[in-house]
């Protein structure tokens, strides 16, 4: 090795380094990425909470199928609309889900306060207590 010139042990040096970068990058990626098997949007998992925000597709998926996807910013405000979703018939199991009538429930921390969506209506507002929103779930699911 030190019979190379220095310009090839510099470049060696450098594609070492770039693939240690690249595997580090892709270990981190799979550490972080989510579990759709796990996680999937509504999904409670071992802590009662959604992790995740559905990607696009899934919550275009569920709200064309008719369901209610509500963005919260915290449990507290979870187990409020879970409590309302339970008061409607909506919670997010399997059948409810795919009748099209569930309310499915994503923890976004940084959120500003709670949004709704139902088909392409939206509502927002400061608080899951708000009786706008179960006027606004009810009337969306047609209940």
């Given at each position: 090795?030190?019979?190379?010139?220095?310009?090839?042990?510099?470049?060696?040096?450098?594609?070492?380094?770039?693939?240690?970068?690249?595997?580090?990058?892709?270990?981190?990626?799979?550490a972080?990425q989510?579990?759709?098997?796990?996680?999937?949007?509504?999904?409670?998992?071992t802590?009662?909470?959604?992790?995740?925000?559905?990607?696009?597709?899934?919550?275009?998926t569920?709200?064309?199928?008719?369901?209610?996807v509500?963005?919260?910013?915290?449990?507290?405000?979870?187990?409020?609309?879970?409590?309302?979703?339970?008061?409607?018939?909506?919670?997010?199991?399997?059948?409810?889900?795919?009748?099209?009538?569930?309310?499915v429930?994503?923890?976004?921390?940084?959120?500003?306060?709670?949004?709704?969506?139902?088909?392409?209506?939206?509502?927002?507002?400061r608080?899951?207590?708000?009786?706008?929103?179960?006027?606004?779930?009810?009337?969306?699911?047609?209940?």
């Amino acid at each position: 090795m030190r019979d190379q010139p220095l310009p090839l042990r510099i470049l060696r040096w450098i594609v070492i380094l770039v693939l240690a970068l690249a595997l580090s990058f892709a270990i981190l990626r799979i550490a972080v990425q989510d579990d759709s098997a796990t996680d999937a949007p509504g999904s409670a998992g071992t802590t009662g909470r959604t992790t995740a925000a559905p990607g696009a597709d899934s919550s275009a998926t569920l709200l064309r199928d008719g369901n209610a996807v509500v963005t919260v910013p915290d449990d507290r405000a979870a187990r409020q609309v879970r409590r309302l979703a339970a008061a409607l018939g909506a919670e997010d199991r399997p059948a409810v889900r795919a009748a099209g009538q569930a309310v499915v429930i994503v923890v976004r921390p940084r959120a500003a306060g709670v949004v709704a969506r139902v088909g392409d209506q939206r509502l927002g507002v400061r608080s899951a207590a708000d009786p706008a929103l179960r006027t606004f779930l009810a009337d969306g699911l047609g209940g």
